[in-house]
């Protein structure tokens, strides 16, 4: 705050007298003190050295006192100088026209000393207060802008960080995604590697052996037939065998033998072609040698699936069958991964079978007649449908969320994997351009919906071979 000592008071007056006597009394008060006899001379004066006050006469030549108020407070660098306004003791309107100009106060001639100098030194420590007042507003407004940049800042650090956590969360979670599937997919090869080649080595080691009982059945029945007939020419030829052949006869039951013989060796061939049946269906599903795209009957690889998959839809003690019910449409030939959706067919329709197993055996009454429904039809000319839908309990809807992540299972230990889903969407979707829906409403089943392009489209542009996921060719088999 400035000092009595070094505040300017100017003192704008004609009177010389006046001048003196006013500037004798403030000096010796203390006050700096500068004059202007004219109210132009005291606006330009304020102009280069401003006072801290101003004694402001009001008759002057020139402009008078009022008019020099009126200019010093319209102009915005010397609007706030405290102007005091001397008049005679009389003159109450000049007093309130001085005070409405924006005067602070006014002092009456004759001038007391003392008056004077109390009004002056009041409005000088009043003017003085505000001018501190003014500049602590000023530092304020300073540490409130300071303060408003660093909070800016801050957030945008804040931003920043939250940004960079963001981004670098996006990215763990990135890999974790990709080690999962990396994790899936070697588990799945390894898994593959082993029971495809099992499955394939020992469709091949049966196939021969049956293939030569299979062949050689015709000749076994046309043999016995042959023997039987020359059998029937002895009995008729020579009637009276020897007790010899007659015990013989009886200790084999001759006639008997001669009856269901024939009906042996044809259950056999029924046998054996069954076990043709079988290996053709393991070679086919695990279509061990065909990492490529082959234009194949989607209806053959579900039939495979069913096929192996026959003995858990068969009854069981306090359980009936489960029946398919099959609608198949006309499809045409389609270009795939034969072995992967082979697999899809077995994913899919293992956990429906599962589903409906777990069924009958915690609600037996639930399910009368457990069902699995497949239908196959052409979508828009270009793409083929299979659904595959059981009647089991169906799947609640926080879980159908989950059903296609990695690992996800709400089977036993030991029992599920919860890679089927995973797996088999990755081979419709990745590997085949396709999609895999699960549509459930609890309670009443459960559909899998697998749309696959009639052809694959990177092999009709570009007549090449996709070479992702051929970690290996053949489809797990979960439930063998
Ligand atoms: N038809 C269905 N009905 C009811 N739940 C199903 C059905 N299909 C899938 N699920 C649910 O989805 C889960 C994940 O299936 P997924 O095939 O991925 O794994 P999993 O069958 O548990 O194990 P695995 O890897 O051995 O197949 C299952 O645990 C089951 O809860
Ligand atoms: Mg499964």
Redesign the pocket.
Known sequence: MQTTETNLILIVDDTPTNLEVLSEALTDAGFEVAVATSGESAIEQVEYDPPDLILLDIMMPGIDGFETCYRLKQNPRTKDIPVIFMTALSDTVDKVKGLSLGAVDYITKPFQQAEVLARVQIHVNLRNLNLALEEKNIRLEQEITERAIAETALQQLTQDLEQRVLSRTQELSNALYNLEKAQVQLVQSEKLATLGQLVAGIAHEINNPVNFIHANLYYVSRYTQNLLELLNLYQNQLPNATPEILAKAKEIDLQYLIEDLPKILSSMEVGTERICEIVKSLRNFSRHNEAEVKVVDIHEGIESTLMILRRHLEAKPNQPKIQVVKEYGKLPKVECYPGKMNQVFM??L???I??LTEAMENYPSYIPSPRIWITTEVQESDRILIRIA?N????PEN?QKR?FDPF????PAG????????ISHQIVTELHYGSLQ?I?HPGK??E?VVEIPIQQPHVCHTGLVKQKFLGSSIPVM?NL
């Open positions: 994913n899919v293992s956990n429906a599962d589903a059981d089991g309990l169906g799947i879980i059903i996800f299972t709400t089977k029992k599920g994997t919860g890679l089927g889903m995973s699960c459930s089943g459960a899998f979960l």
